[in-house]
């Protein structure tokens, strides 16, 4: 008895590619979406969360610049004591604020905003592939 070689005409096989290929685009589609709605999540709380404390922040430095003004300014004569504690009141914020931004920017430069889960996978994925064709020369 003679075996039969099951051969797949090539109309079958591009199909079968086409259906493997747009479920493993799909599911990585789905990843994606589901990675970016559970940032949207933590965003739709922090960011509310976020304005409200900076309100607050931002008042309660009107208030303790308000004191220090005073003081410093007690502490010279006439009107240029306002005009100087003004002055450096406005040069120790101005340097504390560029700290804080260095401090954020390197913070949002290590970690970025990019799907790292998904990106992953789809490094993965592009590494599988290569060594897929590699195997099939």
């Known amino acids: 008895m003679a075996s039969q070689v099951h051969e797949k005409s090539l109309g079958m096989v591009v199909n079968e590619l086409k259906t493997e290929l747009?479920?493993?685009?799909?599911?990585?589609?789905?990843m994606l979406r589901e990675e970016m709605k559970t940032k949207a999540?933590?965003?739709k709380i922090v960011i509310p969360m976020a304005i409200i404390g900076l309100m607050l922040a931002f008042f309660g430095l009107l208030c303790i610049t308000g004191?220090?003004?005073?003081?410093?300014?007690?502490?010279f004569e006439g009107m240029a004591g306002f005009a100087w504690a003004f002055?450096?009141?406005?040069?120790?914020?101005?340097?504390i604020a560029g700290l804080c931004g260095f401090f954020a920017y390197n913070e949002l430069s290590r970690k970025g905003l990019a799907p790292?889960?998904?990106?992953?996978v789809l490094?993965?994925?592009?590494?599988?592939?290569?060594?897929?064709?590699?195997?099939?020369?």
Request: charged residues 20%.
């Open 22 to 30: 747009r479920d493993f685009i799909q599911t990585r589609l789905t």
């Open 41 to 43: 999540g933590v965003m």
């Open 67 to 75: 004191l220090f003004i005073v003081l410093i300014a007690s502490a």
């Open 87 to 95: 002055l450096i009141v406005g040069v120790v914020y101005f340097i």
């Open 116 to 120: 790292k889960h998904t990106m992953q």
């Open 123 to 137: 490094k993965q994925d592009q590494i599988w592939l290569r060594n897929e064709a590699r195997s099939q020369v």
